[in-house]
Protein backbone atom coordinates (compact mmCIF):
# COMPACT_ATOMS: atom_id res chain seq x y z
CA UNK A 1 0.00 0.00 0.00
CA UNK A 2 2.74 2.37 1.08
CA UNK A 3 4.64 1.43 -1.96
CA UNK A 4 1.67 2.16 -4.04
CA UNK A 5 1.07 5.90 -2.47
CA UNK A 6 4.66 6.38 -3.69
CA UNK A 7 4.78 5.18 -6.91
CA UNK A 8 1.58 7.66 -7.10
CA UNK A 9 3.89 10.67 -5.70
CA UNK A 10 6.72 10.37 -8.21
CA UNK A 11 4.33 9.96 -11.18
CA UNK A 12 2.89 13.86 -10.08
CA UNK A 13 6.54 14.92 -9.67
CA UNK A 14 7.39 13.93 -12.96
CA UNK A 15 4.68 15.02 -14.57
CA UNK A 16 5.90 18.64 -13.38
CA UNK A 17 8.96 18.73 -14.44
CA UNK A 18 7.76 17.03 -17.83
CA UNK A 19 5.10 19.98 -18.05
CA UNK A 20 7.09 23.04 -16.48
CA UNK A 21 5.00 23.29 -13.58
CA UNK A 22 1.45 25.05 -12.87
CA UNK A 23 2.17 27.61 -15.51
CA UNK A 24 2.77 25.94 -18.61
CA UNK A 25 -0.07 23.78 -17.78
CA UNK A 26 -2.33 26.78 -17.50
CA UNK A 27 -0.90 27.93 -21.14
CA UNK A 28 -1.54 24.87 -22.95
CA UNK A 29 -5.29 24.61 -21.10
CA UNK A 30 -5.51 27.91 -22.70
CA UNK A 31 -3.87 26.95 -26.52
CA UNK A 32 -6.42 24.17 -25.87
CA UNK A 33 -9.39 26.70 -25.95
CA UNK A 34 -8.01 29.30 -28.75
CA UNK A 35 -7.87 26.60 -30.64
CA UNK A 36 -11.16 25.12 -32.66
CA UNK A 37 -9.84 22.16 -33.69
CA UNK A 38 -8.62 21.19 -30.10
CA UNK A 39 -12.27 21.65 -28.31
CA UNK A 40 -12.92 19.75 -25.00
CA UNK A 41 -15.16 17.34 -24.75
CA UNK A 42 -14.71 16.06 -28.79
CA UNK A 43 -11.96 13.57 -28.24
CA UNK A 44 -9.32 12.61 -25.82
CA UNK A 45 -6.52 13.95 -24.79
CA UNK A 46 -3.42 12.63 -23.48
CA UNK A 47 -2.25 14.61 -20.23
CA UNK A 48 1.30 13.85 -20.49
CA UNK A 49 2.12 15.33 -23.51
CA UNK A 50 2.95 19.14 -24.50
CA UNK A 51 0.54 20.05 -27.49
CA UNK A 52 2.46 22.67 -29.63
CA UNK A 53 0.08 25.07 -30.93
CA UNK A 54 0.11 24.63 -35.04
CA UNK A 55 0.24 28.27 -36.10
CA UNK A 56 -3.07 29.87 -38.10
CA UNK A 57 -2.54 31.42 -41.41
CA UNK A 58 -3.14 34.97 -41.53
CA UNK A 59 -6.55 36.06 -42.07
CA UNK A 60 -7.10 37.78 -45.39
CA UNK A 61 -7.96 41.51 -44.95
CA UNK A 62 -10.92 41.73 -47.47
CA UNK A 63 -9.68 44.81 -49.55
CA UNK A 64 -11.72 47.87 -50.27
CA UNK A 65 -13.14 47.57 -54.33
CA UNK A 66 -12.13 50.47 -56.73
CA UNK A 67 -15.23 52.02 -58.02
CA UNK A 68 -15.39 53.49 -61.41
CA UNK A 69 -15.94 56.98 -61.41
CA UNK A 70 -18.89 58.05 -62.69
CA UNK A 71 -19.43 60.36 -66.17
CA UNK A 72 -21.02 64.18 -64.20
CA UNK A 73 -24.55 63.90 -65.40
CA UNK A 74 -25.14 67.42 -66.99
CA UNK A 75 -26.77 69.84 -64.58
CA UNK A 76 -30.39 70.06 -64.57
CA UNK A 77 -31.44 73.80 -64.93
CA UNK A 78 -33.33 75.24 -62.04
CA UNK A 79 -37.03 75.95 -62.14
CA UNK A 80 -38.20 79.64 -62.52
CA UNK A 81 -39.72 80.67 -59.13
CA UNK A 82 -43.60 80.07 -58.89
CA UNK A 83 -45.53 83.54 -59.54
CA UNK A 84 -47.28 84.56 -56.84
CA UNK A 85 -50.80 85.70 -56.97
CA UNK A 86 -52.07 88.68 -54.86
CA UNK A 87 -55.42 89.12 -53.48
CA UNK A 88 -55.50 93.09 -53.77
CA UNK A 89 -54.91 94.39 -57.08
CA UNK A 90 -51.53 96.48 -57.75
CA UNK A 91 -52.78 100.16 -58.18
CA UNK A 92 -50.54 102.25 -60.20
CA UNK A 93 -49.44 105.34 -58.92
CA UNK A 94 -51.11 108.18 -60.44
CA UNK A 95 -51.34 111.84 -59.28
CA UNK A 96 -54.13 113.14 -56.49
CA UNK A 97 -57.11 115.01 -58.66
CA UNK A 98 -59.57 115.01 -55.30
CA UNK A 99 -58.80 116.20 -51.39
CA UNK A 100 -61.25 114.76 -48.78
CA UNK A 101 -60.39 117.05 -45.68
CA UNK A 102 -62.01 115.66 -42.35
CA UNK A 103 -62.54 117.35 -39.54
CA UNK A 104 -63.40 116.69 -35.93
CA UNK A 105 -62.40 115.37 -32.35
CA UNK A 106 -61.08 112.16 -32.13
CA UNK A 107 -64.69 110.45 -32.87
CA UNK A 108 -63.50 112.35 -36.35
CA UNK A 109 -60.44 111.15 -36.48
CA UNK A 110 -61.15 107.18 -36.35
CA UNK A 111 -63.48 107.93 -38.91
CA UNK A 112 -60.81 109.58 -41.60
CA UNK A 113 -58.33 106.37 -40.21
CA UNK A 114 -61.28 104.47 -41.53
CA UNK A 115 -61.89 106.59 -45.07
CA UNK A 116 -58.60 105.99 -45.71
CA UNK A 117 -58.88 102.53 -45.98
CA UNK A 118 -62.26 102.98 -47.45
CA UNK A 119 -60.85 104.60 -50.37
CA UNK A 120 -57.07 102.75 -50.59
CA UNK A 121 -58.33 101.40 -54.19
CA UNK A 122 -58.99 105.02 -55.38
CA UNK A 123 -55.27 106.59 -55.22
CA UNK A 124 -56.58 110.04 -57.24
CA UNK A 125 -58.45 111.06 -53.47
CA UNK A 126 -55.88 112.12 -50.81
CA UNK A 127 -57.53 111.74 -46.74
CA UNK A 128 -56.63 115.22 -45.42
CA UNK A 129 -56.69 114.78 -41.25
CA UNK A 130 -57.28 118.14 -39.68
CA UNK A 131 -58.73 117.03 -36.63
CA UNK A 132 -58.15 118.36 -32.73
CA UNK A 133 -58.35 115.63 -30.71
CA UNK A 134 -60.26 116.63 -27.13
CA UNK A 135 -61.84 119.97 -29.32
CA UNK A 136 -65.96 120.91 -29.72
CA UNK A 137 -67.40 123.96 -30.14
CA UNK A 138 -68.02 125.20 -26.89
CA UNK A 139 -64.52 125.81 -26.13
CA UNK A 140 -63.69 128.23 -28.54
CA UNK A 141 -60.53 129.24 -26.34
CA UNK A 142 -59.00 125.98 -26.49
CA UNK A 143 -59.88 125.53 -30.00
CA UNK A 144 -61.89 127.75 -32.72
CA UNK A 145 -62.99 125.58 -35.15
CA UNK A 146 -65.28 128.38 -37.28
CA UNK A 147 -61.71 130.00 -37.08
CA UNK A 148 -59.74 126.98 -38.47
CA UNK A 149 -62.47 126.31 -41.05
CA UNK A 150 -61.85 129.58 -42.51
CA UNK A 151 -58.35 129.85 -42.47
CA UNK A 152 -58.77 126.13 -44.54
CA UNK A 153 -60.42 126.90 -46.65
CA UNK A 154 -58.31 129.98 -47.91
CA UNK A 155 -55.51 128.00 -48.16
CA UNK A 156 -54.24 127.01 -51.64
CA UNK A 157 -55.31 123.18 -51.34
CA UNK A 158 -58.43 122.39 -53.94
CA UNK A 159 -60.99 120.76 -51.23
CA UNK A 160 -62.86 118.61 -53.17
CA UNK A 161 -65.44 118.05 -50.01
CA UNK A 162 -65.28 118.17 -46.42
CA UNK A 163 -65.91 115.50 -43.48
CA UNK A 164 -67.27 116.93 -40.11
CA UNK A 165 -67.84 114.63 -36.78
CA UNK A 166 -67.51 116.36 -32.80
CA UNK A 167 -69.64 117.02 -30.44
CA UNK A 168 -67.91 114.21 -28.12
CA UNK A 169 -66.94 116.81 -25.69
CA UNK A 170 -69.03 119.69 -26.30
CA UNK A 171 -71.76 118.96 -23.13
CA UNK A 172 -70.23 121.78 -21.21
CA UNK A 173 -71.54 125.56 -20.14
CA UNK A 174 -71.15 128.12 -22.41
CA UNK A 175 -69.73 131.29 -21.00
CA UNK A 176 -71.35 134.61 -22.63
CA UNK A 177 -69.69 137.75 -20.84
CA UNK A 178 -70.42 136.93 -17.02
CA UNK A 179 -73.13 134.79 -17.67
CA UNK A 180 -73.15 130.62 -17.73
CA UNK A 181 -74.88 128.70 -19.81
CA UNK A 182 -75.80 125.11 -18.62
CA UNK A 183 -75.35 122.32 -21.31
CA UNK A 184 -78.58 122.05 -23.44
CA UNK A 185 -80.70 124.84 -22.02
CA UNK A 186 -82.43 127.06 -24.49
CA UNK A 187 -79.77 129.79 -24.53
CA UNK A 188 -77.14 127.17 -24.76
CA UNK A 189 -78.44 125.62 -27.59
CA UNK A 190 -78.89 129.07 -29.79
CA UNK A 191 -75.38 129.59 -29.08
CA UNK A 192 -74.09 126.08 -30.09
CA UNK A 193 -76.41 126.73 -33.74
CA UNK A 194 -75.16 129.49 -34.24
CA UNK A 195 -71.18 127.86 -34.37
CA UNK A 196 -72.73 125.49 -36.58
CA UNK A 197 -74.18 127.74 -38.91
CA UNK A 198 -70.82 129.58 -38.97
CA UNK A 199 -69.14 126.33 -40.20
CA UNK A 200 -71.82 125.51 -42.48
CA UNK A 201 -71.97 128.73 -44.10
CA UNK A 202 -68.23 129.21 -44.60
CA UNK A 203 -68.66 125.58 -46.73
CA UNK A 204 -71.59 126.92 -48.66
CA UNK A 205 -69.68 130.18 -49.50
CA UNK A 206 -66.48 128.39 -51.20
CA UNK A 207 -69.16 125.99 -52.93
CA UNK A 208 -67.60 123.20 -51.28
CA UNK A 209 -69.55 120.02 -50.52
CA UNK A 210 -69.88 119.54 -46.47
CA UNK A 211 -70.51 116.18 -44.98
CA UNK A 212 -71.44 116.06 -41.31
CA UNK A 213 -71.65 112.71 -39.35
CA UNK A 214 -73.69 112.56 -36.55
CA UNK A 215 -72.85 110.94 -33.15
CA UNK A 216 -73.43 107.64 -32.63
CA UNK A 217 -74.86 106.41 -29.62
CA UNK A 218 -72.72 105.25 -26.34
CA UNK A 219 -72.83 102.66 -23.54
CA UNK A 220 -74.11 105.96 -21.14
CA UNK A 221 -77.84 106.14 -21.63
CA UNK A 222 -78.20 110.04 -20.69
CA UNK A 223 -74.98 110.88 -22.66
CA UNK A 224 -76.99 109.29 -25.74
CA UNK A 225 -79.82 111.31 -24.85
CA UNK A 226 -77.92 114.08 -25.03
CA UNK A 227 -76.05 112.98 -27.99
CA UNK A 228 -79.79 112.67 -30.10
CA UNK A 229 -80.54 115.68 -29.54
CA UNK A 230 -77.13 117.43 -30.80
CA UNK A 231 -78.08 115.33 -34.01
CA UNK A 232 -81.30 117.12 -34.35
CA UNK A 233 -79.61 120.20 -33.83
CA UNK A 234 -76.80 119.35 -36.91
CA UNK A 235 -79.16 118.03 -39.14
CA UNK A 236 -81.50 120.99 -39.27
CA UNK A 237 -78.49 123.48 -39.70
CA UNK A 238 -76.36 121.42 -41.82
CA UNK A 239 -79.54 120.59 -44.44
CA UNK A 240 -80.34 124.26 -44.46
CA UNK A 241 -77.33 125.33 -45.50
CA UNK A 242 -77.27 122.58 -48.39
CA UNK A 243 -74.82 120.20 -46.76
CA UNK A 244 -75.43 116.55 -45.93
CA UNK A 245 -75.93 114.92 -42.94
CA UNK A 246 -75.32 111.30 -41.99
CA UNK A 247 -76.84 109.08 -39.43
CA UNK A 248 -74.79 106.82 -38.24
CA UNK A 249 -77.18 106.26 -35.01
CA UNK A 250 -79.09 102.62 -36.53
CA UNK A 251 -75.69 100.80 -37.37
CA UNK A 252 -74.32 100.74 -33.50
CA UNK A 253 -77.60 99.50 -31.70
CA UNK A 254 -79.80 96.40 -31.44
CA UNK A 255 -83.13 95.23 -32.50
CA UNK A 256 -84.51 97.47 -29.28
CA UNK A 257 -82.40 100.37 -30.42
CA UNK A 258 -80.29 100.31 -27.37
CA UNK A 259 -76.27 100.20 -27.10
CA UNK A 260 -74.25 97.22 -28.52
CA UNK A 261 -70.61 96.60 -28.50
CA UNK A 262 -71.10 94.21 -30.84
CA UNK A 263 -72.35 94.06 -34.14
CA UNK A 264 -72.11 93.44 -38.13
CA UNK A 265 -68.89 94.86 -39.58
CA UNK A 266 -68.66 95.87 -43.49
CA UNK A 267 -68.50 92.22 -44.64
CA UNK A 268 -71.52 91.30 -42.42
CA UNK A 269 -69.36 89.48 -39.87
CA UNK A 270 -70.17 90.22 -36.08
CA UNK A 271 -67.47 91.44 -34.53
CA UNK A 272 -66.83 94.16 -31.48
CA UNK A 273 -67.12 97.96 -32.55
CA UNK A 274 -66.87 99.64 -30.19
CA UNK A 275 -63.67 99.80 -27.31
CA UNK A 276 -63.81 99.33 -23.66
CA UNK A 277 -64.49 102.53 -23.13
CA UNK A 278 -68.09 102.31 -24.62
CA UNK A 279 -67.75 105.94 -26.59
CA UNK A 280 -64.97 105.18 -29.53
CA UNK A 281 -64.49 102.99 -31.98
CA UNK A 282 -62.46 100.21 -32.56
CA UNK A 283 -60.78 99.49 -36.16
CA UNK A 284 -64.08 97.64 -37.38
CA UNK A 285 -66.29 100.23 -35.92
CA UNK A 286 -64.36 102.88 -37.54
CA UNK A 287 -64.07 100.99 -41.18
CA UNK A 288 -68.06 100.66 -40.82
CA UNK A 289 -68.68 104.48 -40.04
CA UNK A 290 -66.47 105.41 -43.04
CA UNK A 291 -68.49 103.22 -45.02
CA UNK A 292 -71.59 105.48 -45.17
CA UNK A 293 -69.37 108.74 -45.73
CA UNK A 294 -67.62 106.84 -48.57
CA UNK A 295 -70.40 105.97 -50.18
CA UNK A 296 -71.16 109.91 -50.50
CA UNK A 297 -67.94 110.53 -51.68
CA UNK A 298 -67.79 108.27 -54.39
CA UNK A 299 -71.07 109.15 -55.85
CA UNK A 300 -69.86 112.84 -55.47
CA UNK A 301 -66.56 112.17 -57.54
CA UNK A 302 -68.39 110.41 -60.32
CA UNK A 303 -70.83 112.52 -60.70
CA UNK A 304 -68.07 114.76 -62.23
CA UNK A 305 -67.46 118.77 -61.49
CA UNK A 306 -70.85 119.67 -63.17
CA UNK A 307 -72.72 117.27 -61.66
CA UNK A 308 -71.66 116.76 -58.16
CA UNK A 309 -73.36 118.60 -55.21
CA UNK A 310 -72.92 122.54 -54.61
CA UNK A 311 -73.53 123.69 -51.36
CA UNK A 312 -75.84 126.64 -51.69
CA UNK A 313 -74.48 130.13 -50.80
CA UNK A 314 -77.06 131.33 -47.47
CA UNK A 315 -77.79 134.43 -45.23
CA UNK A 316 -75.36 134.91 -43.10
CA UNK A 317 -77.69 136.45 -40.46
CA UNK A 318 -80.66 133.86 -40.74
CA UNK A 319 -78.64 131.30 -42.75
CA UNK A 320 -81.64 131.08 -45.56
CA UNK A 321 -80.69 130.61 -49.29
CA UNK A 322 -79.87 133.87 -50.92
CA UNK A 323 -81.68 132.36 -54.02
CA UNK A 324 -85.30 133.63 -54.66
CA UNK A 325 -86.31 130.97 -56.15
CA UNK A 326 -85.66 129.07 -53.09
CA UNK A 327 -86.99 130.77 -50.61
CA UNK A 328 -90.51 130.37 -48.68
CA UNK A 329 -92.92 130.91 -51.81
CA UNK A 330 -90.60 131.58 -54.43
CA UNK A 331 -91.41 128.41 -56.90
CA UNK A 332 -94.78 129.72 -57.02
CA UNK A 333 -93.74 133.06 -57.91
CA UNK A 334 -91.18 131.67 -60.62
CA UNK A 335 -94.57 129.68 -61.84
CA UNK A 336 -96.71 133.02 -61.79
CA UNK A 337 -94.29 134.82 -63.42
CA UNK A 338 -94.06 131.43 -66.79
CA UNK A 339 -97.50 131.68 -67.19
CA UNK A 340 -98.20 135.02 -66.86
CA UNK A 341 -98.35 135.25 -70.76
CA UNK A 342 -100.71 132.47 -71.92
CA UNK A 343 -104.43 133.52 -72.31
CA UNK A 344 -106.91 132.34 -70.43
CA UNK A 345 -109.28 129.76 -71.56
CA UNK A 346 -112.64 130.02 -72.47
CA UNK A 347 -115.52 127.93 -72.95
CA UNK A 348 -115.02 125.21 -70.66
CA UNK A 349 -118.60 123.82 -68.85
CA UNK A 350 -119.39 125.47 -65.59
CA UNK A 351 -118.20 122.45 -63.36
CA UNK A 352 -114.69 122.85 -64.95
CA UNK A 353 -114.42 126.42 -64.30
CA UNK A 354 -114.50 126.41 -60.38
CA UNK A 355 -114.10 123.25 -58.14
CA UNK A 356 -117.09 122.47 -55.30
CA UNK A 357 -115.98 121.68 -52.45
CA UNK A 358 -118.59 118.88 -52.08
CA UNK A 359 -120.65 116.57 -54.74
CA UNK A 360 -124.32 116.26 -54.80
CA UNK A 361 -125.83 113.89 -52.34
CA UNK A 362 -127.47 110.71 -53.20
CA UNK A 363 -129.70 108.85 -51.37
CA UNK A 364 -128.40 104.92 -50.36
CA UNK A 365 -132.24 103.65 -49.97
CA UNK A 366 -134.51 105.89 -50.01
CA UNK A 367 -135.78 107.37 -53.51
CA UNK A 368 -134.94 110.98 -54.07
CA UNK A 369 -136.62 113.76 -55.22
CA UNK A 370 -137.60 114.36 -59.02
CA UNK A 371 -138.43 110.54 -59.22
CA UNK A 372 -134.94 109.27 -58.72
CA UNK A 373 -134.04 105.52 -58.00
CA UNK A 374 -132.39 104.53 -54.91
CA UNK A 375 -128.88 102.91 -55.17
CA UNK A 376 -129.65 100.57 -53.63
CA UNK A 377 -132.87 98.21 -54.25
CA UNK A 378 -134.39 95.28 -52.80
CA UNK A 379 -133.86 91.64 -54.68
CA UNK A 380 -137.47 91.30 -56.05
CA UNK A 381 -137.41 95.21 -57.25
CA UNK A 382 -134.03 94.36 -59.24
CA UNK A 383 -135.09 91.15 -60.99
CA UNK A 384 -138.83 92.65 -61.76
CA UNK A 385 -141.85 91.70 -62.31
CA UNK A 386 -142.48 89.34 -65.61
CA UNK A 387 -142.59 85.72 -66.49
CA UNK A 388 -138.29 85.47 -66.29
CA UNK A 389 -138.72 86.76 -62.74
CA UNK A 390 -140.71 84.24 -61.55
CA UNK A 391 -138.83 81.80 -63.29
CA UNK A 392 -135.68 82.92 -62.01
CA UNK A 393 -137.19 82.42 -58.12
CA UNK A 394 -138.51 78.77 -59.00
CA UNK A 395 -134.54 78.28 -59.97
CA UNK A 396 -132.50 79.69 -57.83
CA UNK A 397 -135.11 80.08 -55.03
CA UNK A 398 -137.31 76.84 -54.80
CA UNK A 399 -134.20 75.01 -56.48
CA UNK A 400 -136.86 73.78 -59.03
CA UNK A 401 -134.54 73.33 -62.80
CA UNK A 402 -136.42 74.44 -65.86
CA UNK A 403 -137.59 72.48 -68.80
CA UNK A 404 -134.70 71.89 -71.04
CA UNK A 405 -135.45 73.58 -74.39
CA UNK A 406 -134.97 72.25 -77.97
CA UNK A 407 -131.00 72.99 -79.19
CA UNK A 408 -129.97 73.96 -76.00
CA UNK A 409 -127.07 72.64 -73.68
CA UNK A 410 -129.71 70.59 -71.34
CA UNK A 411 -131.55 69.19 -73.87
CA UNK A 412 -130.61 65.68 -73.55
CA UNK A 413 -133.45 64.85 -75.20
CA UNK A 414 -132.54 61.91 -78.67
CA UNK A 415 -133.98 63.92 -81.77
CA UNK A 416 -136.83 61.89 -84.01
CA UNK A 417 -136.39 61.09 -87.42
CA UNK A 418 -139.64 62.08 -89.78
Same mark, same amino acid.
Given at each position: ?????????????????? %?????????????????????????????????????????????????????????????????????????? !??????????? $?????????????????????????????????????????????????????? !????????????????????????????????????????????????????????????????????????????????????????????????????????????????????????????????????????????????????????????????? $??????????????????????????????? %?????????????????????????????????? $???????????????????????????????????
Amino acid at each position: MRLRSLMMVLGAAMLLLA %TGGPSSYAENDTMLTRDPTLQRGRGFIFPFSRITPQPQPPRAVPQRQRVAPVAPVAQQPRRAAPVVVRDDPVIP !KVDVAHHLVVL $GDSLGNLVADGLEEALNDRPDVAVLHRTKLDSGLVRSDFYDWPKAVGELLAGQT !KITAATMMLGLNDRQAIREGETIHEPLSERWLELYRDRVDAIAAAFAAKRVPLIWVGLPPVQNARLSADFATLNDLYRQRVERAGGQYVDLWGAYVDAENRYTAMGPDVTGQTTRLRTADGIHFTKAGARKAAHFVDVLIRRLIERGPDQSLIALPVSPGT $GAPTNPELQAGGIERMIDRMVSGVPELSGLA %TPLQSKPLAGPILPLSSLAATGERALIASIQDAR $GRGEAAAQLDRVFGEGVASEPRPGRIDDYRWPRGN
